[in-house]
């Protein structure tokens, strides 16, 4: 697999990349500092995730929505993920402020649309969510715009 100019396999040094996910806590700055926390860090590429509430799941209150324990016990699904996306608007300055301190950029998208928007902010590659490994028409319309997509690998 090739992101950029950069191969990535056996026989070749790790590719490390750094998630952005929701610890920018709501901060346009924040964010920024983690892309420039990431490149000191020695990562490769910073990656986010791209969703809204409303790509993710409904604002319902029924049990099966909410979260019954560990960290988030008692949490609404919908108003998690409202607290915790990382907003549409942010995401061209994040990959302008990510091509400056030379780090590659990639996401998850979650569906057709984050895709076609991830499309529009021309990313080199992107990575598949494991719980979303086996939505097949998303991997497959991801697929079909032929950009690497991003195994996680846990060491």
């Known amino acids: ?9 056996t026989g070749f040094p790790a590719y490390i990349i750094a998630e952005m996910s929701a610890n920018h806590a709501g901060s346009l700055e924040r964010a920024k500092e983690i892309i420039h926390a990431a490149k000191e860090s020695g990562a490769d590429c910073i990656k986010l995730q791209t969703y809204t509430p409303d790509t993710m799941t409904i604002d319902c209150d029924h049990r099966y929505f909410q979260i019954s324990e560990g960290t988030w016990d008692g949490e609404n699904l919908y108003h998690l993920y409202q607290k915790a996306y990382t907003p549409w608007e942010w995401q061209q300055e994040l990959k302008e402020e990510a091509e400056r301190a030379a780090i590659d950029f990639l996401s998850t998208p979650f569906d057709q649309t984050s895709t076609d928007f991830l499309e529009g902010l021309g990313v080199s590659a992107y990575k598949i969510a494991s719980f979303e490994l ?3 028409p998303l991997v497959t319309y991801i697929r079909a715009v032929d950009k690497p997509l991003a195994k996680k690998i846990c060491i």
Request: zero cysteines; charged letters at 50%.
């Open 134 to 136: 086996v939505d097949l």
């Open 1 to 9: 697999m090739k992101i950029k100019d950069r191969e990535i396999g």
